[in-house]
């Protein structure tokens, strides 16, 4: 498997990040699910106005670590952390640290499209609102409706029928949705774990371009097993590894283009060049 190719375009960690964008740092992250531990003392960094990510063979802790990020992990009962996760200066896991202003700076798109299916396109988008209590005029409504389809790539396809049910579009489409729902708390990071894996290879491209797009405005952290997808929209990179009862560990991390094509660990390079996982 090739890492990247002629038409690849890697982008850019902005030299002068937007002040608004977000920097997220995890600290000595580490994860159990009753007894099993399932991260060891994870670090990363993830850059203000980058997207950045997460590769690595199922069931090394990339989608855990991902939903630690967002304060999602604690939902499950049986499931234990220990670390910190600092968004700006932050400790989203700070005693006096509300849940929904976690979730409100940090949002997710999941692996499978979830429009709410009884509500129309409109309704999907402002369901955030509701759920935040965030308080909006008509025509503030209106302007966001439209602000975050456009985002997510949407707008021009959906424009004329907002009543429409979101549970009536296309599977991409469906997916760009969630996108635009996700955008309209603004948060300041946005989490995607698997966006594309059940989308057609056109989907799959449309929703590419839109995280370029949007890295100019949110920081976006990738959990992906495609590895030409993670070197076309990447600018840095994690890889992530667990060896036959052990829990998972960041390999190495840094610069995409320099993971792919020049390698510290051979276990990386074996990886990307599709010799395992």
């Known amino acids: 498997m090739n890492s990247t190719d002629a038409t690849t375009v890697i982008p850019a960690v902005p030299e002068q990040a937007d002040p608004l964008l977000a920097s997220l740092d995890a600290r000595e992250i580490t994860a159990w699910f009753g007894e099993r531990k399932v991260l060891d003392r994870v670090s990363l960094t ?3 106005g980058a997207i950045t990510a997460l590769i690595g063979p199922s069931g090394c802790g990339k989608s855990t670590f991902l939903r630690i990020l967002n304060r999602m ?6 499931a234990q952390l220990a670390g910190e996760v600092w968004l700006d200066g932050e400790d989203i ?3 006096e640290k509300l849940l929904i202003e ?3 700076a940090i ?4 692996q499978k499209p979830n429009p709410f299916p009884a509500m129309s396109i409109r309704e999907n988008v402002l369901a955030g609102l509701k759920l935040t209590g965030t308080k909006a005029s008509r025509s503030e409504k209106d302007d966001l409706v439209e602000s975050c389809l456009v985002k997510g790539g949407l707008w021009n396809e959906v424009k004329d029928r907002l009543d429409a049910p979101g549970g009536g579009l296309s599977g991409g489409q469906q997916q760009r949705l969630c996108i635009a729902r996700s955008l309209a708390v603004k948060p300041r990071v946005l989490l995607m774990d698997e966006p594309c ?3 057609d290879p056109t989907s799959t491209r449309v929703i ?3 995280m370029v797009e949007l890295a100019r405005e949110v920081t976006i952290v990738i959990v992906t097993h495609n590895m030409q997808q993670a070197a076309r929209v990447s600018s840095q990179c994690a890889f992530f590894l667990a060896a036959h009862g052990t ?3 960041i390999v190495e991390h840094g610069d995409t283009r320099a993971m792919f094509e020049n390698p510290r660990d051979e276990r990386t390079s074996d990886y990307v060049h599709g010799r395992f996982g």
């Open 197 to 199: 894996s059940a989308l």
């Open 247 to 249: 829990p998972g560990v």
């Open 46 to 48: 993830m850059p203000a």
């Open 107 to 110: 949002g997710m798109v999941f």
């Open 73 to 78: 992990h604690e939902l499950v009962p049986s």
């Open 208 to 210: 590419e371009e839109t």
């Open 93 to 95: 896991y700070h005693p």
């Open 102 to 104: 976690a979730r409100r």
